[in-house]
């Protein structure tokens, strides 16, 4: 067997709070973790250049499989020479399999035991999915991190639905790693399904263990479930997980889940809250959330967070920001996105420091008081 793409070094445990500080190593670089990752669904991250995410200082970044396979096509990325070289980031890379979309298509698809029979959100027309075509898309799209095509439960869901949607989600994994072609180059991600069940997480965990993934996602947890649920069975099923191989909760983008995440032993996360908020003109701050768009900030010409040393907060006000938003204006959602980013990936600098210093549990009380978040 060759050697793998993707490998986890493990630096340093919190002798607070068991978080881990380590290095996830990929074929384009070097991920510091716990990190989170800024999601660029269709091959961009909404409005901002590969140049500006890296003065953000994001290590990796994420790009959609169902969406790109609808357009441009994954034979055109191929052809252009796989992500990376289409859309100029030389960083690392991870795409989703597209089931979490395919499966919010509700009435739109089909699930049998071959795949996924959906409609294009698009145009419409019938498309089909399978474990196999997935593999296919992800190879050719060249991103160093691959999910496998799973099932993800709606919230909330029966014990016997989630069960059989689990056991599925587990013989799609097998296909997808057959399928897989390209493992010296792009790493294979298992993801644990099982709803809020814990001793259906622990079977999903054991099966893709056996299969020995070289990481492991954890699907299927904030789908609008209440916090506490989502702690319990974030608690629960991290531990189980190999310490050896990266550690990926997906769908996790509010600080307070971040630095839950994190101590719960998660080493990667993604969302698309960050972007999302900023074009509907709400900043997230060391104090809390700011909807800057509020007639309150009408003639405020501070920075939107004070503590921030981001090119937004450096060089703008909230009075012109909201201007901007207001007269819908395209920078206004530009340099919120680059300030929300920025906070994120900065908390996550600051997480692992407090790893490495043992007082990650302290670090969490603190933030959570100045944030507004109740303990």
């Known amino acids: 067997m060759g050697k793998e793409a993707i490998t986890y070094e493990l630096l340093h445990v919190c ?30 991250v909404k409005s901002m250049t590969p140049e500006e995410l890296k003065e953000i200082n994001a290590e990796i970044i994420l790009a959609n499989t169902y969406h790109l396979f609808l357009r441009p096509g994954h034979k055109l990325v191929e052809e252009a020479g796989g992500l990376h070289e289409f859309m100029r980031w030389d960083r690392p890379i991870l795409t989703d399999s597209g089931g979490f979309q395919v499966f919010s298509l509700g009435a739109l698809r089909t699930i049998s035991e071959e795949g996924v029979e959906f409609q294009s959100h698009l145009d419409g027309s019938k498309k089909f999915l399978s474990p196999e075509s997935v593999m ?108 050896d191989k ?19 032993g998660i080493d990667m996360c993604d969302c698309v809250l960050p972007t999302r908020i900023a074009r509907h003109g709400t900043a997230m701050t060391s104090k809390g959330r700011l909807v800057v768009r509020n007639a309150t900030y009408e003639r405020d010409f501070s920075p939107l967070d004070d503590e921030c040393d981001c090119y937004t907060c450096k060089n703008y006000t909230r009075a012109y920001i909201r201007h901007l938003i207001k007269t819908n204006e395209i920078l206004g959602f530009r340099l919120l996105s680059i300030h929300n980013l920025y906070f994120l990936t900065n908390l996550m600098n600051r997480v692992r420091i407090e790893i490495e210093n043992d007082r990650l549990g302290d670090f969490r009380k603190e933030f959570y008081h100045k944030y507004g978040y109740k303990i």
């Open 15 to 44: 002798k607070q709070t068991g978080a881990r500080r380590g290095v996830i190593h990929t074929p384009h670089g070097d991920i510091q973790t716990p990190v989170f990752m800024p999601v660029g669904t269709q091959a961009t």
């Open 246 to 264: 990266p550690r990926y909760l997906m769908g996790v983008g509010s600080p307070d889940y971040l630095i839950e995440a994190a101590m719960a």
């Open 136 to 243: 296919e898309i992800e190879n050719s799209l060249g991103a160093d991190i691959i999910m496998a095509f799973d099932e993800c439960c709606p919230y909330p869901s029966t014990y016997e639905y989630t069960k059989q949607s689990m056991e599925r989600t587990t013989r799609w994994a097998k296909r997808c790693k057959d399928s897989h072609k390209n493992s010296d180059k792009q790493g294979l991600f298992g993801i644990v399904q099982g709803g809020f069940y814990k001793d259906l997480r622990e079977k999903s965990v054991n099966d893709l263990v056996e299969m020995d993934f070289p990481g492991y996602a954890i699907g299927g947890i904030s789908v609008g479930e209440p916090k506490e649920e989502f702690l319990d069975i974030l608690n629960y099923t991290a531990p189980l997980l190999p310490e």
